[in-house]
C-alpha cells in the first residue's frame, strides 16, 4: 500500500513539471523537527523537501524548546506567512518532558488544528512517547492525549514520531531524548505514511 500511494504521488507531481510548486507544507514543531544537534538538511523535515522536490515547498518552523503553547501563539502568524496547503503540527514533547497539564496540551493542539482548518489548510498531527522514566501510568497517559485530540478532530494522526527510534541507543544522541541523524530517515518513513495520502488526494483534486 505505501509503494503504491509512493508511486502516485510521484505521478502526480510529475504531471505538473514546469510550473510553480503546487503545495505548500509547514512543519511546525520542536527540536525533533528542528534538526537538533546536527546540520539543517540531515534533519527529516529537510530530507522531506528533498523527497518531495520541485513540485512541493516545505517551510520548517520547527523551533527547539517548543511548547504547545508557544507554537500555538506563533502558529497564525506562520499561516499567513507561508499560507500552507498542508501543517505538520509536531509539539507535545517539552510539554511533557516540564510537567504541563495534559488538559492544557489537550486543548493546544486543538486549538492549533483549528486555526491551520481555518485558514484552508490540511493537518496531519505527530504525538510522542516520553522516556521510560517518567513512569508507565504517566507515559500511557500523555500518549492518550494525542489519540483523544486525533480522535475528536478526525486529524490525519502519527501516534509515535519515533516509532523505531526512541529506545535504539545507536539512532539517540547521548541525552536518551533526541534522534540523532542516522534516525532522521526513519522518522521521515513513519511521517510519509499519513503525509502521502494526503499530497496524493489534494494532487488528484
Known amino acids: 500500500m505505501a509503494m503504491r500511494l509512493l508511486i502516485l504521488l510521484f505521478l502526480l507531481l510529475a504531471s505538473g513539471a514546469g510550473t510553480a510548486a503546487e503545495t505548500r507544507v509547514l512543519v511546525i514543531g520542536d527540536s525533533l523537527s528542528a534538526a537538533y ?29 517548543d511548547t504547545s503553547a508557544s507554537a500555538r501563539a506563533r502558529l497564525p502568524r506562520a499561516l499567513d506567512a507561508h499560507a500552507p496547503d498542508v501543517v505538520i503540527i509536531a509539539v507535545g514533547g517539552n510539554d511533557g518532558l516540564r510537567g504541563i497539564p495534559l488538559a492544557a496540551l489537550r486543548g493546544n493542539l486543538t486549538a492549533m488544528i483549528d486555526q491551520a482548518r481555518a485558514a484552508g489548510a490540511r493537518v496531519l498531527m505527530a504525538g510522542v512517547r516520553l522516556p521510560t522514566n517518567y513512569g508507565p501510568a504517566f507515559i500511557d497517559r500523555f500518549l492518550a492525549t494525542f489519540q483523544q485530540v486525533a480522535d475528536a478532530t478526525g486529524v490525519a494522526f502519527v501516534p509515535r514520531i519515533l516509532e523505531g527510534v526512541a529506545g535504539d541507543p545507536a ?12 534516525a532522521q530517515p526513519i522518522i521521515l518513513d513513519n511521517i510519509w505514511q499519513a503525509l502521502a495520502p494526503m499530497l496524493a488526494t489534494q494532487h488528484a483534486g
Open 171 to 182: 539512532l539517540m544522541l547521548d541525552d536518551g531524548i533526541h534522534p540523532n541523524a542516522d
Open 37 to 65: 544537534d546536527m546540520p539543517t538538511e540531515q534533519g527529516w523535515v529537510a530530507l522531506l523537501d528533498e523527497r518531495l522536490g520541485e513540485r512541493a515547498e516545505v517551510i520548517n518552523a520547527a523551533i527547539s524548546g
